[in-house]
């Protein structure tokens, strides 16, 4: 039996690709620095990306109601169809650009406040604990109980940081050029970034038709049109997952400011600010929110930080159980216990990222099960 050309090909891919493996599996530590270099020189325009279609989705409902006011005036539609995406992406980049702006204005001020309370009652803090830990001592040596004694003098503490500082002054000022040079670095990729998704986003029809022209022209056709159909149900699942993620956050952000409001809790607005945008973590965000939200508190009056982490406690089991398999299980498609599957396995695997983006594969994954079961279903009865 001759071997044709297509499986010449494809004995030839076979050995390129073990001898790949083979030394890759030999060579991991220089694998892992080349595949971190391309990664790191590639990442502006992976962002770019990223931002690209969060602004997206703000630019299409916004085009849609644009072209509705194209057809109430018909006289000037040449016109107003020429400057339809250079103003509704403008918008878009004010609209996306203002809420984070928004977020950090609120944050910012907030934490400089805590900051400055922190050390003005630090002293006050220090002696609540001194007397704390004396009162306990007596309690406790009445069941036979002997605390080691201690004594918490603010001053020496107070020292003792100046001398750390002082002794470790030139450590200090390298890390704060080291951490200077890694956010200039961030603030650069991030502008290449946002440039580069600008420029997606003015021609986006554009690079869709002849990202789609190059796959047709190096895949045959029937695995081009399958790729297309799994990018398109991606794109979907994502747009969906994503829109479904944020309006959960304010669900959960409206809820934990209007209950800190009915009980009185400080901090208020900003803490319920930093729930909103950590619960666009899935499931496991506003537990981190509550800590960030708790150390606010906590220097406020340590009663009501308990207090607080407790209404949280059952604010994010119903959120957990109720709201956000209903709201992003119904957006994607996918069934709630699916929801809660998909995040606990990502999150296992990948951490933070897995769980960002275990939803949104689960329900691509589970849109291509269904739709390969109802092809096998009408093969069947055909």
Avoid at 51 to 68: D, G, M, Q, S, T
Avoid at 197 to 221: D, H, N, V
Avoid at 249 to 256: D, N, P, W
């Amino acid at each position: 039996m001759g071997l044709n050309k297509k499986t010449m090909k494809q004995i030839m891919f076979l050995i390129i690709f073990t001898i790949l493996l083979y030394w890759g599996i030999h060579n991991f530590q220089v694998l892992t620095k080349l595949l971190s270099g391309i990664v790191s020189l590639i990442s502006p325009f992976l962002i770019g990306i990223c931002i690209a279609f969060l602004i997206n989705l703000i630019l299409v409902p916004l085009e849609k109601a644009y072209r509705k006011l194209e057809a109430k005036r018909e006289t000037e539609s040449t016109r107003m169809q020429s400057l339809r995406r250079p103003i509704c992406l403008v918008l878009s980049t004010l609209i996306f650009l203002g809420a984070i702006c928004a977020v950090f204005f609120v944050l910012i001020p907030q934490l400089e406040k805590t900051a400055q309370n922190f050390a003005e009652q630090f002293p006050a803090y220090l002696n609540e604990i001194d007397t704390w830990w004396q009162k306990l001592s007596v309690f406790l040596s009445g069941h036979g109980i002997v605390l080691p004694a201690i004594k918490i003098d603010h001053d020496t503490i107070m020292n003792a940081v100046n001398d750390f500082f002082a002794k470790n002054r030139s450590d200090v000022v390298d890390k704060t050029l080291d951490i200077t040079m890694s956010v200039f670095s961030v603030v650069i990729n991030v502008v290449l970034a946002f440039t580069f998704s600008l420029y997606l986003l003015a021609q986006k029809e554009m690079w869709k038709s002849r990202s789609t022209r190059l796959l047709r022209a190096f895949l045959p056709e029937k695995k081009a049109n399958k790729t297309l159909e799994v990018l398109s149900i991606s794109n979907a699942s994502f747009t969906h997952f994503v829109t479904g993620q944020m309006m959960d956050a304010l669900v959960i952000g409206f809820l934990c400011f209007i209950g800190m409001l009915i009980f009185r809790f400080p901090n208020a607005l900003p803490v319920s600010v930093i729930i909103c945008f950590t619960a666009l973590i899935p499931i496991f965000g506003a537990w981190i929110g509550a800590i960030i939200g708790a150390s606010l508190i906590l220097f406020i009056s340590p009663i009501k930080a308990l207090w607080f982490i407790i209404f949280l406690i059952i604010l994010q089991q119903i959120e957990g159980n109720l709201i956000y398999p209903k709201i992003v299980g119904k957006s994607v498609g996918l069934p709630g216990l699916w929801v809660l599957v998909a995040v606990t396995i990502g999150g296992s695997a990948f951490g933070i990222l897995g769980m960002l983006l275990g939803v949104p594969l689960c329900s691509v994954l589970y849109t291509l099960a269904q739709n390969y079961i109802v092809k096998k279903e009408n093969n069947c009865d055909a």
